[in-house]
């Protein structure tokens, strides 16, 4: 990797929008057959730099340099020709036509003005066997998993334009087996010299798949370094800028308070509670005071679990108890009004109202709960979201911004606040940290922590098991759409020993 | 700069003109007679008011990201209720009779309302398909009711609620006033602007937050049929007669027409009941404007069809940047 093969190279780069300097001075550089990472908590200005690199945005300051040559790009379609592709954390493209018609899709192979519907396939499956993928290209894209159509995605942007290819949180709705199959693909195109501009939030990953990593910090470059000479805890504090100690010192609390929830009341108690294809029936006891993890691969039944217990699905057997009385929960807000609370993992789709503002989406559900002919007066609204937005460091500051203008960790304090404040005695989140960074993740998990010291049981949902050892008392295992067993989180409790359980799917 | 910004800033700009317009080709533009205000100008809030309240409701469909393409056929509905019930009646000008037949054909419309409410939020049809097929239906459930027959009324307590006047005003525009007050209090003095905004923009997220987003959904059709049947009866008092196929014909775009020239996106989330009775206001001005300057009758709706066009091309940011970016230097920024 000599300097004079420099494939991209960033200097100086700045940007600055209203009241904000989104990067100051950035300087980036990819080499080809190389995967970088960027790295930074959200609004470091990661995606302000791939929106640079993708024409979405005018640089107002420096140069981008690609195979040295000074380039001006100005608008997608330019980058497209310049030969840098993006691929998104959301797969961008329309799953209801076939893999083939995605690859080519605007670009057709034509003869006489008709699609050569026979090459175009074949084509499409000579792309994608380069991916090492042998998958039928006529079917429709939705036939396959979210891992595949993010390949199609890659084998689509690799064709247009192959010198440099950037993946935004490719992983962040993968499973274990399917990110593999992705790293295998970026390890094969990455040997046949494409440039690889990775983000993800996994600090695991990074490790596992990147070369080198460039650090942004509030807008700023904090440095690049090679992947292997940085340790992880180093990168974290080259991220946040400060030292981790507020993670460390949660490490034994769970331990520290589990005496006292065994002597407390159960707060509820799932009794062969189920729904067919869903959730086959499970046995839960949550006590007040108690975090629960519910671990398990994705598409093992958690988030199906978590949903019965807040009516959002109806059960179809067993029977559900709060406080010792038996409740039908026969739509969220019946659930709502007795004490239970539930932010959804799609934070996008299920949580957030993006276009309404920071303050409306945290009285929401309050408001939901008063029913339409008791508003919240406006000056206890202000108060509210005022203390909310102070106590969960929620920024921008500002309780009337577009909550879809926030990013994906400020987001989901705002729905955290949404909750809090109808103060639930059974807090179910699931996926609370997924795709934020490290920062606000530390801050939730902490949050998690103070609330089930302060009396409050936690259902906590996460596809992280480190994240669910930390924080609980009780971990219910699922796998399969089945709950296979409860672990007490003692101290022989570990990441393997639940692992094994996934796996094995054994109740030893 | 920043008046120019404001969305409802070129349609209120599009509304003066037309109404400086109507000022100098007609003879009258505002003067007493008998006590009451006459001219172009009461012609134009008088004629508007079946469009505003028609428009209200589907502001509120809207809203919730939804369409009601049936309000025209529910005008012809609640028309022939009151024509049929009114034409049956010993003495049509008994005040008591014709306002108690007023609420009958109310109710009627709420219920038309409430089956399209009911085939959205509770079967689950795509609003666009439920009402349309009330919009057909009703048209001939309109025609059941009058025999095939334009029934004609003789009551004066049934024409006055169009062409009457109190307090020097039109009846038909504070029937329009009222109901606009009414539903700005009820949507932003409640929680109820709120929630609909909610379901708007997400229904799924807003079913998770504890709203009960079928109810919502069904109450803002039920609404809309009930300003819709209010609007068929001013249309059928004012010609004093029950009118199935012409009634409240093609006025369903007219009001969509109206809810997005007052900046009300049709996916559905925030509204603006100002924007859309401006809108309301601006679609009737427009068409009493055409006939004023003599814009011969069979080149009307082109003309309409054009100002439309450069109204809706001033709305959008992106154009304006486009044609007039290059000769100012404030440029827009995006944001992040």
């Known amino acids: ?508 | 700069m920043t008046i120019l910004k404001n969305r409802l800033f070129w349609p209120a700009a599009i509304l003066v003109a037309l109404l400086i317009v109507n000022a100098f080709t007609s003879n009258q533009f505002v003067t007493v007679r008998d006590g009451h205000l006459f001219g172009s100008l009461i012609d134009i809030l008088r004629g508007s008011a079946p469009l505003v309240l028609v428009a209200l409701g589907m502001t509120l469909v809207i809203a919730t990201g939804g369409i009601d393409l049936s309000v025209g056929s529910v005008m012809a509905i609640s028309g022939a209720v009151a024509c049929l019930l009114i034409s049956d009646l010993g003495n049509q000008n008994s005040v008591g009779s014709v306002l108690l037949i007023i609420v009958i054909a109310i109710a009627v419309s709420l219920l038309a309302g409430l089956w399209n409410g009911a085939l959205v939020a509770l079967v689950g049809i795509q609003p666009i398909i439920a009402t349309l097929i009330l919009m057909v239906a009703g048209r001939g459930i309109a025609q059941l009711i009058t025999d095939g027959q334009i029934i004609n009324v003789q009551s004066g307590p049934y024409a006055t609620i169009a062409t009457g006047f109190f307090l020097a005003l039109p009846v038909a525009f504070l029937i329009a006033v009222a109901a606009v007050v009414l539903i700005t209090l009820l949507t932003r003095r409640t929680a109820l602007g709120l929630l609909l905004e909610s379901v708007g923009g997400s229904p799924t997220a807003s079913r998770l937050a504890g709203i009960r987003s079928r109810r919502i959904t069904t109450m803002v059709y039920v609404v809309s049929g009930g300003f819709a049947g209010l609007a068929g009866l001013i249309y059928s008092a004012n010609i004093k007669s029950a009118d199935s196929i012409s009634a409240g014909n093609l006025i369903e775009l007219d009001a969509i027409l109206a809810v997005v020239i007052g900046g009300t996106a049709l996916i559905g989330g925030r509204f603006s009941i100002a924007g859309t009775v401006l809108g309301a206001v601006l679609i009737q001005a427009l068409g009493v404007t055409v006939v004023a300057v003599g814009v011969p009758p069979e080149a009307t709706l082109l003309f309409k069809a054009v100002v439309v066009v450069a109204l809706c091309l001033s709305q959008s940011a992106a154009f304006r940047e486009k044609v007039f970016g290059r000769f100012t230097s404030t440029r827009t920024e995006a944001i992040a």
């Open chain 1, 1 to 508: 990797m000599g300097e004079q093969s420099l494939v991209l190279e960033m200097t100086g780069i700045r940007k600055v929008f209203p009241g904000v300097v989104a990067l100051d001075g950035v300087d980036f550089r990819l080499f080809p057959g190389e995967v970088h990472a960027l790295m930074g908590e959200n609004g470091a200005g990661k995606s302000t730099l791939i929106k640079v690199l993708t024409g979405v945005y005018t640089i107002d300051g420096g140069e981008v340099r690609l195979g040295g040559e000074v380039v001006h790009i100005n608008g997608p379609l330019q980058a497209q020709q310049a030969g840098i592709s993006t691929v998104y954390q959301e797969v961008n493209l329309c799953t209801n036509l076939s893999v083939a018609e995605n690859i080519f899709i605007g670009r057709e192979p034509r003869k006489f003005g008709r699609i050569q519907w026979g090459l175009m396939r074949r084509r499409a499956s000579e792309l994608l066997a380069r991916l090492d993928l042998d998958i039928d290209v006529s079917a429709p894209l939705n036939t396959y998993s979210l891992a595949i159509q993010q390949m199609v995605a890659i084998a689509r942007a690799v064709d247009i334009s192959a010198r440099v290819l950037i993946l935004d949180e490719p992983t962040s709705s993968l499973d274990t087996s399917e990110v593999a199959q992705l790293f295998a693909v970026i390890r094969r195109l990455k040997a046949d010299g494409v440039a690889i501009l990775f983000v993800s939030h996994f600090l695991d990953q990074i490790y596992e798949v990147s070369d080198r990593l460039t650090v942004l910090r509030n807008g700023q470059l904090i440095g690049e370094f090679k992947t292997e000479e940085l340790p992880q805890v180093r990168l974290v504090e080259k991220m946040i800028g400060k030292e981790l100690a507020a993670l460390e010192s949660l490490e034994d609390k769970a331990q520290r308070t589990r005496e006292k929830v065994a002597e407390a009341e159960p707060i509820l108690q799932a009794k062969e509670l189920g729904r067919t294809g869903a959730i086959a029936p499970f046995n839960l006891t949550i006590h007040a005071g108690e975090v629960v993890g519910l671990a398990g691969l994705l598409g093992s039944g958690r988030t199906e679990l978590a949903r019965l217990l807040f009516g959002a699905d109806k059960p179809d057997s067993g029977e559900l108890l709060l406080e010792g009385k038996q409740v039908n929960l026969r739509d969220p807000q019946v659930a709502m009004k007795r004490g239970i609370a539930f932010s959804s993992e799609n934070r996008r789709t299920e949580g957030i109202i993006g276009e309404l503002s920071v303050r409306e989406n945290i009285i929401l559900a309050m408001q939901a709960s008063r029913g339409w002919t008791r508003p919240i007066p406006r000056r206890k609204q202000d108060e509210i979201v005022e203390k909310y937005i102070k106590a969960l460091q929620i920024r921008p500051a500002d309780p009337e911004r577009p909550v879809r203008n926030l990013s994906g960790g400020n987001q989901q304090k705002v729905l955290l606040a949404r909750w809090l404040i109808t103060e639930p005695r059974l807090l179910i989140i699931d996926e609370p940290t997924r795709g934020i960074d490290v920062g606000a993740k530390a801050e939730i998990q902490k949050l998690v922590a103070e609330l089930s010291d302060g009396g409050m049981a936690v259902l906590f949902v996460s596809a992280e098991l480190e994240e669910v050892l930390r924080l609980s008392h009780k971990i219910e295992v699922l796998r399969d759409r089945r709950l296979v067993e409860e672990l007490e989180n003692t101290s022989d409790v570990d990441a393997d020993r639940i692992m094994q359980t996934i796996a094995s799917g054994a109740t030893s």
